[in-house]
């Protein structure tokens, strides 16, 4: 039985483990994050082997090319494994990857829900419009302070129809930098 712990970025990942029955502890330094190179670098190692990585932006991808490799391995989520631990000494990779094989051997660690492809690039398409809707909210807040700030105050929504003609009207009663301010404000947007 082998356990690991992946300290995962976004281009590479250190490995760090070891074999309870005999205490002897294995380790990869930094493997790349692509296909061949995590294929090659957890291939042959020897079974059954269980890991754990904590959550990133790139954690679902690296899941779905190492689970075949693993008996068990599971995504955590970083706050609930280090909280707020006191760390001592200097922070490292290898460090914290064989604190999370430690952690899965003692059965500390809680699993998160991994999506499948479908759930995942739905979840995308949500977040998309989230995203997209705090930008507009964001700057049709800019503007509307913008305008306050000059005593020029809209009895409508900035984005209806007549929200839209009174701040072109309104645009030309803002003196130079206001309007190069707004400018810039829209082609952040």
């Not at 590479?12 to 005999?22: A, D, R, S």
């Not at 509307?144 to 409508?156: A, E, Q, T």
């Not at 009174?166 to 190069?180: G, M, T, V, W, Y």
Request: hydrophobic share 40%.
């Amino acid at each position: 039985m082998l356990y690991l712990g992946l300290d995962v970025h976004s281009k590479w990942m250190t490995v760090k483990g070891f074999f309870p029955e005999t205490g002897e502890v294995l380790e990869i330094a930094k493997v790349a994050n692509d296909e061949e190179s995590l294929r090659e670098a957890f291939g042959n190692l020897p079974g059954p082997v269980y890991g754990a990585m904590e959550s990133g932006t790139n954690s679902w991808a690296v899941f779905r090319i190492l689970d075949p490799y693993f008996e068990q391995l599971i995504v955590v989520d970083p706050a609930s494994v280090w909280g707020r631990e006191g760390r001592r000494g200097a922070k490292t990779d290898r460090r914290d990857a064989f604190k999370l094989a430690m952690k899965m051997y003692r059965g500390e660690l809680e699993a998160l829900y991994i999506p499948d492809e479908k759930t995942q690039d739905q979840r995308a398409l949500g977040r998309a419009k989230i995203n997209a809707t705090r930008r507009v909210t964001k700057l049709v807040n800019e503007i509307g302070s913008l305008l306050r700030s000059w005593g020029i105050i809209l009895d409508c929504s900035l984005l209806s129809n007549k929200g839209e003609a009174l701040i072109e009207d309104a645009k030309c009663k803002l003196p130079k930098h206001s309007r190069q301010r707004w400018a810039v404000a829209l082609e952040a947007a």
